[in-house]
């Protein structure tokens, strides 16, 4: 199986910048998409940012512009660089590994357990 550890997440005034990591970690595997998704009080779970490993991006709306999404896939490591944040950012920020294969199995989905992000006026 594989593992995602995220990190990075804290406290911020508005305006502020943080950038997240989420590493991988197991056998025999390799992620074809990886992304963020973020889950604020009372709401759902929503797609960040999502990157291909042929560096294909995509984000939401309401981050574009502020937040950009990279990979190092020597590493097996994704970033969220988050920048002119604002309150409404504010939410537990997970890592999500997709069209995973491990071994001879491809389509394993795997979770990170999520980094809180604070943002404060």
């Known amino acids: 199986q594989v593992q995602l550890v995220e990190s990075g997440g804290g406290l911020v005034q508005v305006g502020g910048s943080l950038r997240l990591s989420c590493a991988a970690s197991g056998r025999g595997f390799s992620i074809e998409v990886m992304g963020w998704y973020r889950q604020a009080p009372g709401k759902e779970r929503e797609l960040v940012a999502t990157i291909t490993s042929g560096g294909i991006t995509n984000y939401a709306d309401s981050v574009k512009g502020r937040f950009t999404i990279s990979r190092d896939d020597a590493k097996n490591t994704v970033y969220l660089q988050m920048n002119s944040l604002k309150p409404e950012d504010t939410a537990v920020y997970y890592c999500?590994?997709?069209?995973?294969?491990?071994?001879?199995?491809?389509?394993?989905?795997?979770w990170g357990q999520g980094t809180q992000v604070t943002v404060s006026s």
């Open positions: 999500k590994a997709s069209r995973v294969r491990v071994g001879s199995v491809y389509g394993y989905i795997f």
